[in-house]
């Protein structure tokens, strides 16, 4: 019923700049959370930063001062500025959304988790 698309993403030499973007759409009625996790090989999924309906933004302290999330709540859309990229900051990237959304044939509002398919970060020089 939702669907999550990004975009961004590549290869960046250290210190570097990356703008990542995931657009949601679909049934949507209304987003309570919606963010970005990222997932290193051999490493857990880890919140990178999520924005809440009342604009409430959360970062992981490994990214404060240096990434910078942004909402275009007219679009469903929101956007990840990454600055002075680390070779650490190298992940698969996976947007994410909590929405209520309605169902099928517009009978009752829902609410469930929505991943997007991830796009690939890579810091190296």
């Known amino acids: 019923q939702v669907q999550l698309v990004e975009s961004g993403g590549g290869l960046v030499q250290p210190g570097g700049s990356l703008r990542l973007s995931c657009a949601a759409s679909?049934?949507?009625?209304?987003?309570?959370?919606m963010g970005w996790y990222r997932q290193a090989p051999g490493k857990q999924r880890e919140l990178v930063a999520t924005?809440?309906?009342?604009?409430?933004?959360n970062y992981a302290d490994s990214v404060k001062g240096r990434f910078t999330l942004s909402a275009d709540n007219a679009k469903n859309t929101v956007y990840l500025q990454m600055n002075d990229l680390k070779p650490e900051d190298t992940a698969v990237y996976y947007c994410?959304?909590?929405?209520?959304?309605?169902?099928?044939?517009?009978?009752?509002?829902?609410?469930?988790?929505?991943w997007g398919q991830g796009t690939q970060v890579t810091v190296s020089s």
């Open positions: 924005i809440s309906s009342g604009g409430s933004i």
């Open positions: 994410h959304a909590d929405p209520t959304y309605w169902s099928k044939n517009y009978t009752a509002l829902e609410r469930d988790n929505y």
């Open positions: 679909g049934s949507i009625f209304s987003i309570h959370v």
